[in-house]
């Protein structure tokens, strides 16, 4: 079977910048003709998504922050207007603030603990409630971005360790309730890849070290092996894959030691 996504539309939210993994995911989906929308926040981001948007034929820039329920349901009216459907969600969204990317857990305060879960973890389910208008009847697939810190203690990943692992329950969920609509929504795993969100976590580069050091391929994965699981995970060849969290780390996930 061969890949093409002509005639088919995807939502992109999480492009910052062009080392962004939302950016690859883009890239790979583009290339094979998928015609996409991007979302920013704040006017800083919002100059460096126009430019990148510029690379993909036919694609649309909108503001969305997944705090705003309005902007949210802004975002998908103006989906609807431009593209009339939508195919593919590429959800690669999260935050929390530096203070609590570091030492111990327990420290976590409950508003540092509330916002990782909103941005990072609630949001899956709050956009994709908004696409599913847009996606009935096209066999669409709905993709988030999750990190192994959600099965098992990364030091200083904490409160975002701690969202992942709703984020992929959430998966699980929204598998069950879309699949009878013929949607999937799946998780990849990603290894660390250098990024804006990845400099807000202390000893990042120790964790570049350990992969490089333990995993079965001695190496560090990059954004666009990611972008590819992405461009894999919204087309027909994954047709039977849902609920499934999708390791993209070199294999790293496996050692025990
Ligand atoms: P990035 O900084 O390029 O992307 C994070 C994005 O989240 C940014 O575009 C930012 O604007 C967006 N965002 C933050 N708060 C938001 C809000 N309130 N509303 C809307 N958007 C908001 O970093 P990235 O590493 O490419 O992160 C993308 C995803 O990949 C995240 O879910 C991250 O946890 C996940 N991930 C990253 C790595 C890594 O090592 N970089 C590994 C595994 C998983």
Do not use: Q
Not at 89 to 118: P, R
Not at 176 to 186: M, Y
């Amino acid at each position: 079977m061969k890949i093409t996504l002509e005639g088919k539309t995807g939502i992109i939210l999480g492009v910052a910048n062009k080392r962004s993994i939302a950016w690859a995911c883009a890239s790979s989906l583009a290339r094979e003709g998928m015609r996409l929308a991007f979302t920013y926040i704040g006017e800083r981001m919002e100059k460096s998504v126009r430019a990148l948007a510029e690379e993909c034929p036919g694609s649309i820039v909108l503001p969305c922050d997944v705090t705003k329920p309005e902007e949210i349901d802004a975002t998908f009216e103006a989906v609807g207007e431009e593209f009339g459907h939508l195919d593919t969600v590429v959800h690669a969204v999260a935050f929390a603030k530096k203070e609590e990317l570091e030492g111990d857990f327990y420290h976590t305060s409950k508003e540092g603990y509330m916002l990782a879960h909103e941005v990072s973890a609630y949001s899956l389910t709050a956009v994709t409630r908004r696409a599913l208008p847009l996606m009935e009847g096209r066999n669409g697939s709905i993709v988030t971005l999750s990190y192994l810190g959600g099965d098992r203690v990364v030091p200083n990943y904490n409160v975002m360790g701690i969202a992942k692992a709703a984020l992929e329950a959430s998966v699980r969920y929204l598998a069950a309730d879309l699949g009878p609509r013929g949607i999937r929504v799946n998780a990849i795993s990603a290894g660390p890849v250098r990024t804006l969100a990845a400099s807000g976590i202390s000893g990042f580069n120790s964790m570049l070290d350990a992969i490089e050091e333990r995993s079965p391929m001695k190496r560090n994965i990059t954004a666009d092996e990611v972008g590819d699981t992405c461009l894999f995970l919204s087309s027909e060849l994954s047709r039977g894959i849902t609920g499934t969290t999708l390791y993209v780390d070199a294999g790293y996930h496996i050692m025990g030691f």
